[in-house]
């Protein structure tokens, strides 16, 4: 045996006994950054140290309300240390009683707020993907409760975000994840100005959407669909992030296709208009998305039944089905109402493509080189062709 692993070994001894024993708040602060650091160290050490019974004093110190608060956030560190790449000590830090302490650390501010609670929080809800029956009880409360607070700072609330989505892709837990208020806190995070938390959480209330009717209709109810709404515009209109205006128009074809009160509320809000400016100047993929929901709000009304399989999200229940017909009395007043929704997406399209003319010109004069000009030019009147030719 060397040198080194002979001092590893009295190290963990030392450990160990500061842990269960020692007296000092600064002792067991100390032990507990000695165990980070030794578990950082090989993954034999890692293995090792849950066997010689550090965790059960490390989730007292993290649960001790009279502890300091460098101590409890130095057992933070230390667990999440012994998580990293281990499923076996996962396992073991939750059945030791990690997730029956989250409730009493959720209105500690100093504790709750810390990054490395909320990454311990995040390696644990990886076992949401294994055959580990992980309980929702008590993780979906703190994440709820971190998410709301508006003093999280957001490389706090990332980790809670990337937790959650962690466990809502288990339809099992989708309910859960409803159920606990989540989407109401998303969809006030979805207003964030920090571009990385908006993505996070448009990506989240997509796949919550597409996975459960019971996410689409807690969006239909949260303010009468109005702030579900809401968020979908205020994403697509964030033309320096391409991944937000991907997951709204994303979240979007979920509710236009599932929920004709969540079409209405958005056409009242004008996503309509937002719809048409991302199909000109979004990304490739957001353009495709945003082109076939233009066309679903084009054809709803009775050539809605028209509508085939896409390549959107398919959700539980819907079995590819499109949107509902809405009821018209008779052909003539078919024929009156197409008229009045063609005249009007009409004025829509020439307003956008109008606007997005100028913005383009603007951009394209402020470079010296005139070529880049006539090809943004060319560029532009042939997508005006193209959306002419689906509009009239």
Same mark, same amino acid.
């Given at each position: 045996?060397?040198?080194?692993?002979?001092?590893?070994?009295?190290?963990?001894?030392?450990?160990?006994?500061?842990?269960?024993?020692?007296?000092?708040?600064?002792?067991?602060?100390?032990?507990?950054?000695?165990?980070?650091?030794?578990?950082?160290?090989?993954?034999?050490?890692?293995?090792?140290?849950?066997?010689?019974?550090?965790?059960?004093?490390?989730?007292?110190?993290? %649960?001790?309300?009279?502890?300091?608060? $460098? *101590?409890?956030? &130095?057992?933070?560190?230390?667990? !999440?240390? @012994?998580? +990293?790449? =281990?499923?076996?000590?996962?396992?073991?830090?939750?059945?030791?009683?990690?997730?029956?302490?989250?409730?009493?650390?959720?209105?500690?501010?100093?504790?709750?707020?810390?990054?490395?609670?909320?990454?311990?929080?995040?390696?644990?809800?990886?076992?949401?993907?294994?055959?580990?029956?992980?309980?929702?009880?008590?993780?979906?409360?703190?994440?709820?409760?971190?998410?709301?607070?508006?003093?999280?700072?957001?490389?706090?609330?990332?980790?809670?975000?990337?937790?959650?989505?962690?466990?809502?892709?288990?339809?099992?837990? %989708?309910?859960?994840?409803?159920?606990? $208020? *989540?989407?109401? &806190?998303?969809?006030?995070?979805? !207003?964030? @100005?920090? +571009?990385? =938390?908006?993505?996070?959480?448009?990506?989240?209330?997509?796949?919550?959407?597409?996975?459960?009717?019971?996410?689409?209709?807690?969006?239909?109810?949260?303010?009468?669909?109005?702030?579900?709404?809401?968020?979908?515009?205020?994403?697509?209109?964030?033309?320096?992030?391409?991944?937000?205006?991907?997951?709204?128009?994303?979240?979007?074809?979920?509710?236009?296709?599932?929920?004709?009160?969540?079409?209405?509320?958005?056409?009242?809000?004008?996503?309509?208009?937002?719809?048409?400016?991302?199909?000109?100047?979004?990304?490739?993929?957001?353009?495709?998305?945003?082109?076939?929901?233009?066309?679903?709000?084009?054809?709803?009304?009775?050539?809605?039944? +028209?509508?085939?399989?896409?390549?959107?999200?398919?959700?539980?229940?819907?079995?590819?089905?499109?949107?509902?017909?809405?009821?018209?009395?008779?052909?003539?007043?078919?024929?009156?109402?197409?008229?009045?929704?063609?005249?009007?997406?009409?004025?829509?399209?020439?307003?956008?493509?109008?606007?997005?003319?100028?913005?383009?010109?603007?951009?394209?004069?402020?470079?010296?080189?005139?070529?880049?000009?006539?090809?943004?030019?060319?560029?532009?009147?042939?997508?005006?062709?193209?959306?002419?030719?689906?509009?009239?």
């Amino acid at each position: 045996m060397g040198a080194a692993a002979v001092d590893d070994a009295a190290s963990m001894r030392a450990a160990v006994r500061w842990l269960s024993f020692g007296a000092a708040a600064e002792e067991r602060r100390d032990a507990a950054g000695e165990v980070a650091r030794l578990a950082c160290g090989d993954e034999r050490t890692k293995r090792l140290l849950p066997e010689l019974g550090v965790v059960p004093p490390l989730l007292d110190m993290l %649960a001790d309300a009279r502890g300091a608060a $460098g *101590a409890r956030v &130095a057992a933070a560190g230390a667990l !999440l240390e @012994l998580t +990293r790449g =281990t499923h076996r000590n996962k396992v073991h830090i939750v059945k030791a009683g990690l997730l029956k302490k989250l409730p009493q650390l959720t209105d500690e501010k100093d504790l709750s707020r810390s990054q490395e609670l909320a990454l311990l929080v995040l390696s644990i809800s990886s076992l949401a993907s294994t055959d580990f029956p992980l309980s929702t009880t008590e993780l979906l409360p703190f994440l709820v409760a971190t998410l709301s607070a508006a003093d999280v700072p957001s490389d706090t609330k990332l980790p809670c975000l990337a937790a959650l989505r962690n466990l809502s892709k288990k339809l099992e837990h %989708a309910r859960d994840v409803v159920s606990s $208020g *989540a989407v109401r &806190a998303l969809l006030s995070l979805s !207003l964030s @100005l920090d +571009r990385k =938390t908006s993505e996070a959480v448009l990506c989240i209330l997509g796949e919550l959407a597409a996975a459960s009717p019971a996410a689409r209709k807690a969006m239909e109810e949260e303010e009468e669909g109005e702030a579900a709404a809401r968020a979908v515009l205020e994403a697509m209109t964030r033309h320096e992030s391409a991944r937000c205006q991907e997951h709204a128009t994303y979240l979007a074809m979920v509710l236009a296709q599932g929920s004709r009160a969540l079409r209405r509320r958005m056409r009242q809000l004008g996503v309509v208009q937002a719809l048409l400016e991302v199909s000109l100047l979004g990304s490739p993929l957001a353009q495709r998305r945003a082109a076939k929901i233009l066309q679903w709000f084009k054809e709803e009304g009775p050539q809605s039944s +028209r509508i085939r399989a896409h390549s959107g999200p398919r959700m539980e229940g819907d079995g590819g089905t499109s949107c509902p017909d809405d009821d018209v009395a008779g052909e003539d007043g078919r024929e009156a109402k197409d008229c009045r929704r063609d005249t009007t997406v009409g004025k829509i399209v020439r307003q956008s493509l109008d606007r997005n003319m100028m913005s383009i010109l603007r951009r394209a004069t402020a470079s010296v080189d005139l070529t880049n000009v006539k090809l943004l030019v060319a560029e532009l009147d042939y997508r005006v062709f193209k959306f002419s030719l689906l509009f009239w």
